[in-house]
């Protein structure tokens, strides 16, 4: 995918007309209050079109001052006549958008030796962005890198230079590079005060998932989501997020995770998230995915999948009857296991309080996975609205669940999402 916002050379540049105080004037005499610049010397042949054309150009018509600017090129002998007419033609190439005439103007200035030293780079930096720029687009990524690195360390500054370093490293297959340009480009953009835009994100993201390093990739959704937390945008995290690995708790969560961002969307996510609670005995969290999805229109009436899960659900409910009586066990049991495990059905139950209270029995009784124990209070802390207490339960998860805690805690300062 590419993402480069359109050129603005000619804010960037700032050489219109006015700007040609640089070179002096080509009328035959000199006004001798004009401000000094590099003596052009000339011949009357080019300096006659040339006049015209800068004459026309301040009078913004275009088309008289590339008819008359033709003139003066043909005829320019010298590298005063040739540094003169590539400077005109740079106007008006810039007045006429097009992008082939910029190029062509700006590789003739920095080449040349009447150019004012403090010009040379600029141009020159301006003619490799502007080429490197062109070959990207061209499908020439591997030759469109050195051009860009060129005019990077010419010090030039154009916002999509990172960008389009980020496309070209893509396309050769330098995923770790690409990354790295896309995180400048995004941290440049803040610095300016402008918000990232989202394509950049969605570039990057599944590149950094692409690398295995999880942590780096919960981190990148981390800061996906703090600037653009939508529904629809949390869904496409954790799609990117998942994995065929993912442990029973994982899955779960994710799908919990979707559920508290309002992120599920379709028959598919409540009816696989009602799968993947029946599969971890939560039949509870099954039976309300369906009843969510139906109610939400997602699920229709006569779904068969779905219904065969629900019944079976329905039956487990009943078959375990009251938690209560389960919660009195695990309070005396010698460990915290069944503590956990009858919090785990009280959390899938919905009723968060009394999951809470088991969580932390569990972890006073101890012989836990602390993680997912802290992982599920977080969880439930979340739903109370203990905001403070739930961020402090998901940065105690360490391990393979740290960096799904890392989602959740996101999703504590997310705004409430339709």
């Given at each position: 995918?590419t993402?480069?916002s359109?050129?603005a050379?000619?804010?960037?540049l700032?050489l219109?007309?006015s700007?040609?105080?640089t070179?002096?004037?080509l009328?035959?005499?000199a006004?001798?209050?004009q401000?000094?610049?590099p003596?052009?010397k000339?011949?009357?042949?080019?300096?006659?079109?040339?006049?015209?054309?800068e004459?026309?150009?301040k009078l913004k018509?275009?088309a008289t001052?590339?008819?008359?600017?033709?003139a003066a090129?043909?005829v320019?002998?010298?590298?005063?006549?040739?540094?003169?007419?590539a400077?005109?033609?740079l106007q008006?190439?810039?007045e006429?958008?097009?992008e082939?005439g910029q190029?062509?103007?700006?590789?003739?200035?920095a080449?040349?030796?009447?150019t004012?030293?403090d010009?040379?780079?600029v141009?020159?930096?301006?003619?490799?962005y502007?080429?490197?720029s062109?070959l990207v687009?061209?499908?020439k990524?591997?030759?469109?890198i050195?051009?860009?690195l060129?005019?990077?360390q010419?010090?030039?500054?154009q916002?999509?230079?990172?960008?389009l370093l980020?496309?070209a490293?893509?396309?050769?297959?330098k995923?770790?590079?690409?990354i790295?340009?896309v995180?400048?480009?995004?941290?440049?953009?803040k610095?300016?005060?402008r918000?990232?835009p989202?394509?950049?994100?969605k570039?990057?993201i599944p590149r950094?998932?692409?690398?295995?390093?999880r942590?780096?990739?919960?981190?990148?959704l981390?800061r996906?989501i703090?600037?653009?937390p939508?529904?629809?945008?949390?869904?496409?995290?954790?799609?990117v997020?998942?994995?065929?690995?993912?442990t029973k708790?994982?899955k779960?969560?994710?799908?919990?995770?979707?559920?508290?961002?309002n992120?599920?969307a379709?028959?598919?996510d409540?009816?696989?998230?009602?799968y993947?609670?029946?599969?971890?005995?939560l039949?509870?969290?099954a039976?309300a995915?369906i009843d969510?999805?139906?109610k939400?229109?997602k699920i229709?009436?006569?779904?068969?999948?779905?219904q065969r899960?629900y019944?079976?659900?329905?039956t487990?409910?009943?078959?375990e009857?009251?938690l209560?009586g389960?919660?009195k066990?695990?309070?005396a049991?010698?460990?915290?296991?069944?503590?956990?495990?009858?919090a785990?059905?009280?959390?899938?139950?919905?009723?968060?309080a009394?999951?809470?209270?088991l969580?932390d029995l569990?972890?006073?009784k101890g012989s836990v996975d602390?993680?997912?124990v802290?992982?599920?209070?977080?969880?439930?802390?979340r739903a109370?609205g203990?905001?403070?207490?739930?961020?402090?339960?998901?940065q105690a998860v360490?391990?393979?669940?740290?960096?799904?805690?890392?989602?959740?805690?996101?999703s504590?300062?997310?705004?409430?999402?339709?």
């Open positions: 995918m993402f480069v359109k050129l050379l000619a804010a960037a700032t219109g007309t700007a040609l105080g070179a002096p004037a009328a035959q005499k006004d001798k209050n401000a000094a610049g003596q052009l000339v011949s009357d042949a080019f300096r006659t079109p040339a006049a015209a054309a004459a026309a150009l018509d275009i001052a590339d008819a008359q600017l033709t090129e043909a320019a002998a010298n590298d005063d006549e040739k540094y003169y007419s400077f005109l033609r008006i190439e810039l006429r958008k097009n082939a190029i062509k103007a700006l590789g003739i200035l080449s040349n030796p009447k004012p030293a010009r040379v780079n141009y020159g930096g301006l003619y490799n502007m080429l490197g062109q687009a061209q499908k990524p591997a030759d469109a050195p051009v860009l060129k005019a990077r010419l010090g030039t500054n916002p999509d230079l990172p960008v980020a496309n490293y893509a396309a050769t297959g995923s770790g590079e690409a790295a340009e995180n400048r480009a995004i941290e440049a953009s610095a300016a005060g918000k990232p989202v394509d950049w994100y570039f990057v950094v998932n692409a690398t295995g390093d942590a780096a990739m919960a981190d990148w981390k996906f703090a600037e653009y939508t529904a629809q945008n949390w869904r496409w995290a954790i799609q997020y998942r994995t065929p690995t993912d708790t994982q779960i969560n994710l799908y919990r995770l979707m559920r508290a961002t992120a599920l379709d028959r598919a409540y009816a696989d998230y009602a993947a609670a029946q599969q971890s005995g039949p509870w969290e039976v995915a969510e999805g139906r939400a229109g229709p009436a006569g779904d068969a999948d779905a899960i019944a079976a659900s329905q487990a409910v009943k078959a009857g009251s209560d389960l919660a066990q695990a309070g049991g010698a460990n915290g296991k069944a503590a956990q495990q009858t785990d059905a009280f959390l899938a139950s919905g009723n968060y009394k999951a809470l209270e969580y569990a972890l006073q602390t993680d997912e802290n992982l599920n209070r977080g969880v439930a802390l109370l203990r905001k403070d207490e739930a961020r402090t339960a998901f360490k391990g393979t669940h740290a960096n799904l805690a890392l989602l959740w805690q996101t504590i300062d997310s705004p409430p999402l339709a």
